[in-house]
């Protein structure tokens, strides 16, 4: 674990909760010069602790690890803010529609910054992610011309829409395409596990 719970983040959700230090130490067991010397930085709280801090400001272990208060204003769900978060040690695959804090293998995951992948680009750099649709009756047929070795290949292709995801896991060795529903689809990502996610609009 590369981060852990710092005093500016205690004191940052303990002021949020209207609580005061020792407020703060009678909920945790601890004394209100324990909880002081966390929020100046001259102490760290036990590990055992984690969760009962937690629990006191209402987020999970990981947020608290993150070292920043997660706010979403995503309140409507809107799907077309889509984040994806990929575990680089097993691949898992994990979409939010907002901001989080989430981890896998014990690894801190950060939301994948989708690269334009232009249809009509000419950067022979990009040739190898650019996402070509298709229509085919009632759905799009997309491919992405992309090696599918063991080593390099496209992880997913999802298809985003206001109020829907539909995502298809490829594998190595596979064909490089799927086909999607039309209904509302406004953009189409694919992802590399060597240079990451790319997107186009529909």
């Not at 999970?60 to 690890?65: F, M, N």
């Not at 920043?68 to 575990?87: K, P, Q």
């Not at 950067?123 to 759905?139: A, C, F, G, L, T």
């Not at 829409?161 to 490089?176: A, F, H, I, N, T």
Request: hydrophobic share 35%; aromatic share 6%.
């Amino acid at each position: 674990m590369d981060q852990y719970i710092t005093g500016a983040m205690i004191r940052e959700m303990r002021m949020k909760k209207k609580l005061t230090q020792a407020g703060l130490a009678e909920i945790l067991s601890v004394s209100d010069k324990t909880v002081s010397k966390w929020e100046t930085g001259k102490g760290y709280p036990d590990i055992s602790l984690l969760e009962p801090i937690a629990v006191a400001f209402g987020v999970s272990v990981t947020e608290l690890l993150s070292g920043s208060a997660v706010h979403n204003s995503n309140i409507s769900a809107n799907m077309l803010r889509s984040r994806f978060y990929v575990c680089p040690v097993c691949g898992n695959i994990i979409h939010a529609m907002g901001e989080a804090a989430l981890s896998c293998h014990g690894i801190a995951l950060v939301p994948c910054e989708a690269e334009p992948s232009d249809e009509e680009s000419d950067e022979e750099s990009d040739e190898e992610h650019r996402i070509v649709i298709e229509r085919v009756e009632d759905e799009y047929y997309v491919t992405v011309d992309h090696e599918m070795t063991k080593s390099h290949y496209i992880s997913f292709i999802a298809g985003v829409s206001c109020d829907g995801l539909q995502l298809v896991k490829l594998y190595p060795e596979g064909p490089c395409e799927t086909r999607l529903k039309i209904r509302c689809l406004q953009k189409v990502y694919c992802y590399c596990n060597r240079d990451g996610l790319f997107a186009v609009d529909v």
